[in-house]
C-alpha cells in the first residue's frame, strides 16, 4: 500500500486503443488497477473485451498510449492453457516450472484439487468437456500467480457449480493481492461484489463510475 493507505497500481493504461487496419477494435481507454482488486470488464460479444485483456496482459502492441505494468501478467481464456496431448498435471508443471515457481508437483496437485480434476489429472487436455477445460485453465491461474490475471469468460461452458468455484477463484487471488481483470457477459458473474466494472459497447467504455475509495477505474 501507499501512504495514503491505497493498495499499490499494478497496472496504468493512458489513452490505451487498439486497430486493426481502419478498424477501431477498442476507442482510447485510461484505467488503473490496483494490487489486490477485481475489476469486471462487461459487454456483448464484440465490444472490445478480449482486445482490452490482451493490452493489459502485453499481448497485443496499443495504437496508441500507454502502458505500464508493475509485474507479470497472465492471459487466460477459458478452456486455453494447455496442448491436446498434455495432461492436466502436465500442463500446470510445465507451466509453473517455466514461471520459476518452486515445487510445481505439488503446485500441480493442490491446484486440480481445488477445482476438482484430481481423477482426471492424468488425462489428455484433448479428451476433457469444454467445461473441464475451462477448469484446467483455472488451475493454471491458481498454480502460476502473477501480479496480473486476465480471465477471459472464465465461465464460459461451465454449469451453476463451475460459476460457484469461479467466484471463490476471484475471492482467492484478490486476497492475495492479485490484481484481476474479468471478461464477462455471464449476468451471475456480474452480481458479483467485485471492486470496479468497466461496461464497453462497441469498443468505447460507457458510464464508468470509478469508486473513490480504492485504485480502480480511475478514468481520465
Known amino acids: 500500500m501507499d501512504r495514503t493507505g491505497r493498495s499499490a497500481a499494478?497496472?496504468?493504461?493512458?489513452?490505451?486503443?487498439?486497430r486493426y487496419g481502419s478498424t477501431q477494435a477498442l476507442a482510447p481507454i485510461s484505467l488503473t488497477v490496483a494490487a489486490g482488486t477485481v475489476t469486471l470488464v462487461a459487454g456483448a460479444n464484440g465490444s472490445g473485451k478480449s482486445t482490452l485483456l490482451r493490452l493489459a496482459a502485453g499481448l497485443l502492441v496499443?495504437?496508441?498510449?500507454?502502458?505500464?505494468?508493475?509485474?507479470?501478467?497472465?492471459?487466460?481464456?477459458?478452456g486455453a492453457g494447455a496442448r491436446a496431448a498434455q495432461t492436466a498435471r502436465s500442463a500446470i508443471r510445465v507451466a509453473a516450472g517455466l514461471a520459476g515457481l518452486p515445487d510445481p508437483h505439488a503446485r500441480a496437485a493442490a491446484a486440480l484439487?481445488?477445482?476438482?480434476?484430481?481423477?482426471?489429472?492424468?488425462?489428455?487436455?484433448?479428451?476433457?468437456?469444454?467445461g473441464q477445460r475451462a477448469r484446467l485453465t483455472?488451475?493454471?491461474?491458481?498454480?502460476?500467480?502473477?501480479?496480473?490475471?486476465?480471465?477471459?469468460?472464465?465461465t464460459a461452458h461451465l454449469d451453476a457449480d463451475g460459476?460457484?468455484?469461479?467466484?471463490?477463484?476471484?475471492?482467492?487471488?484478490?486476497?492475495?493481492?492479485?490484481?484481476?481483470?474479468v471478461a464477462t457477459h455471464d449476468p451471475a458473474l456480474l452480481r458479483w461484489p467485485a471492486d470496479g466494472r468497466i461496461?464497453?459497447?462497441?469498443?468505447?467504455?460507457?458510464?464508468?463510475v470509478p469508486d473513490p475509495a480504492r485504485e480502480v477505474g480511475a478514468w481520465r
Open 10 to 18: 499494478v497496472l496504468r493504461l493512458r489513452a490505451v486503443s487498439r
Open 62 to 78: 496499443p495504437s496508441s498510449g500507454a502502458r505500464v505494468l508493475a509485474g507479470r501478467a497472465r492471459y487466460l481464456p477459458a
Open 113 to 130: 484439487a481445488e477445482v476438482e480434476l484430481t481423477a482426471l489429472a492424468d488425462r489428455p487436455a484433448g479428451t476433457l468437456s469444454a
Open 138 to 154: 483455472l488451475a493454471l491461474a491458481l498454480a502460476c500467480p502473477a501480479e496480473l490475471v486476465c480471465l477471459d469468460e472464465p
Open 163 to 181: 460459476t460457484e468455484l469461479v467466484t471463490r477463484l476471484l475471492a482467492r487471488l484478490r486476497g492475495t493481492g492479485t490484481a484481476v481483470l
Open 199 to 208: 461496461d464497453l459497447v462497441l469498443g468505447r467504455l460507457v458510464d464508468p
